[in-house]
């Protein structure tokens, strides 16, 4: 019965918390150029479900993907893996 297959799960930063329970979360990734070989830093940023407003701009997130929660939101915050030092209450 492992029909279901298994979620993707990303890690970046989140850059906007003004939402009610919801994020922005930045991810990088490391792409090789075709030519030169050389790393290209490419960026896209997900829209993910975060209940108990927890996080804050600047934490480090992992986030896991989930069935469409609302028109962007197809990811949910699973934890928050680092926050930054300056803002620790």
Not at 33 to 52: G, L, Q, T, V, W
Request: proline share 3%; with cysteine; net charge positive.
């Amino acid at each position: 019965m492992e029909s279901r297959k298994r979620r993707k799960i990303r890690r970046g930063v989140v850059v906007s918390d003004r939402m009610d329970k919801s994020v922005v979360v930045k991810v990088e990734t490391l792409k090789l150029h075709p030519k030169y070989h050389k790393f290209i830093r490419r960026s896209k940023k997900f829209m993910a479900h975060d209940e108990n407003n927890e996080c804050r701009i600047g934490d480090i997130v992992e986030i896991i993907e989930t069935r469409p929660l609302s028109k962007r939101k197809r990811w949910r915050v699973s934890k928050i893996i680092e926050r930054p030092a300056s803002l620790n209450d």
